[in-house]
C-alpha cells in the first residue's frame, strides 16, 4: 500500500464569498511509508458539513482556519488497510477526520479516532449522520444545554437536516412539542409526516413570521439554532421568559465575504428584554459521552425509532459541488460523499 497514489481536495485559493472555480481543487499525493504506532486507512465515506465553509476563511474562530495547500476538513469512515499499531487492526472500521481525501495516515492511538461497533440494521454512513457527529451534536445540544421539559415548545432551523432530526425526535421523546422550520413543502411534509414534528413553517413561503406564530400559539420555550438571519428574526419576539436558545451555527451567512458585518443570532438575542438564555456550544464538550451517546442514537436507528435522509454524491471529485449545494440547502437530510467500498 505504501506505494498507492492519494487523491485529496486542498484549499487552492481562500474563497470571497461563494466557492468558485479554483479554490478548491482536486490533487494527486504520494502515500508515505508507515512509522512505528502509525495506520494507512482507506476513506469510505466522507461527511461534508457547513462549519467547514468559515474554516476556509483566514478568520481566526472557535477553530484554525485551514492554510492554503492543507487537506479540506472533514469527518470520514475510514477501513484500516495497514497497520504498524496495536491499537488498530487490518480490517477495522472507524470515524477519523481525514478530510477530504482518500487515504490518511495517522497514529493508531491519536484522539478523535473511534472504532464503530456497527449494530445490526444501522447502516455504516449513518455513524456520520443522525449516529454520529450531526446526530450527538443535536443531543447535546438539546439535551445539555436546552435542557427540554415535557410540555414544552422546541423549534429548530433547518429541521431536515442530520441535526435537525435528531433535536425534532428526541424533542418528541422528551414529551415536548416540536416545531421545524425548512425550506420547501416536499421538506416541510418530510418533516412532519416521516419525522413526527407537530409543524413544520416553510421559511421559503413568504410568511415566515406570521406561520411560526400561528404553529406557536404558546410561545416557544427552545430554539436550536442552526440558521441565523430571518429565521432568528422571527422566532425572537415569539421566545417565552426563561427561553433557551442552544447555537450550534448560523449557515445563512457562512459565505458572506465579511463576517464581521453580518448581523449573528447573538446580535438578535441580546437585543431582546430580557435577553433569553443562550450558547454557542461545541459537541466535543461532551467528548466523554461521545460512546454513550453514539449507541443511543444508533440504538434508535435500529429499532426504527429515529428516522432521516441522505444525500449522497458519488466520488470525491464530486465533493465540492455536492458541498456548495448543502450550503444552498439543496441536499435533503444528510450530505454524505460515497468514496470507496
Not at 21 to 42: H, M, Q
Not at 203 to 208: F, T
Request: glycine content about 10%.
Amino acid at each position: 500500500m505504501s506505494n498507492t497514489t492519494n487523491r485529496a481536495v486542498i484549499l487552492n485559493q481562500r474563497p470571497q464569498g461563494e466557492i468558485q472555480e479554483g479554490d478548491l481543487v482536486l490533487e494527486e499525493r504520494p502515500i508515505r511509508k508507515l512509522k512505528d504506532g502509525e495506520v494507512l486507512a482507506k476513506v469510505l465515506w466522507l461527511s461534508l458539513d457547513p462549519y467547514m465553509r468559515p474554516r476556509m476563511n483566514d478568520a481566526k474562530g472557535y477553530m484554525d482556519p485551514i492554510g492554503i495547500g492543507e487537506v479540506i476538513v472533514g469527518e470520514s469512515i475510514a477501513r484500516i488497510v495497514e497497520s504498524r499499531s496495536d491499537d488498530l487492526k487490518v480490517g477495522d472500521l472507524v470515524t477519523c477526520y481525514s478530510g477530504w481525501q482518500e487515504y490518511v495516515v495517522f497514529p493508531g492511538n491519536a484522539e478523535m479516532v473511534y472504532k464503530i461497533d456497527q449494530k445490526e440494521g444501522v447502516p455504516l454512513q449513518a455513524y456520520l449522520g443522525v449516529a454520529g457527529m450531526p446526530g450527538r451534536t443535536g443531543y447535546c445540544g438539546l439535551m445539555y444545554v436546552g435542557k427540554p421539559k415535557a410540555g414544552e415548545t422546541v423549534v429548530v432551523s433547518a429541521a431536515s437536516g442530520p441535526v435537525g432530526t435528531v433535536v425534532g425526535q428526541t424533542a418528541k421523546k422528551e414529551g415536548c412539542r416540536a416545531i421545524g422550520v425548512a425550506g420547501g413543502p416536499e421538506k416541510c411534509r418530510y418533516v412532519v409526516e416521516e419525522l413526527g414534528f407537530d409543524a413544520c413553517v416553510d421559511y421559503k413561503a413568504g410568511n415566515l413570521e406570521a406561520d411560526l406564530k400561528a404553529a406557536c400559539p404558546d410561545g416557544i420555550d427552545i430554539y436550536f439554532e442552526n440558521v441565523g438571519g430571518a429565521v432568528t428574526r422571527a422566532v425572537a419576539p415569539l421566545l417565552n421568559p426563561g427561553a433557551r436558545v442552544p447555537i450550534c451555527g448560523f449557515v445563512s451567512a457562512y459565505n458572506a465575504e465579511d463576517m464581521s458585518s453580518v448581523e449573528t443570532p447573538f446580535h438578535v438575542l441580546k437585543a431582546l428584554d430580557p435577553v433569553p438564555e443562550h450558547r454557542f456550544f461545541l459537541v466535543t464538550e461532551w467528548q466523554d459521552k461521545h460512546q454513550e451517546i453514539t449507541n443511543i442514537l444508533a440504538n434508535r436507528v435500529a429499532s426504527g425509532e429515529l428516522n432521516y435522509r441522505e444525500t449522497i454524491a458519488e466520488g470525491l471529485e464530486n465533493a465540492t459541488e455536492a458541498f456548495k449545494g448543502m450550503l444552498k440547502g439543496k441536499n435533503f437530510g444528510k450530505q454524505l460523499v460515497h468514496i470507496a467500498d
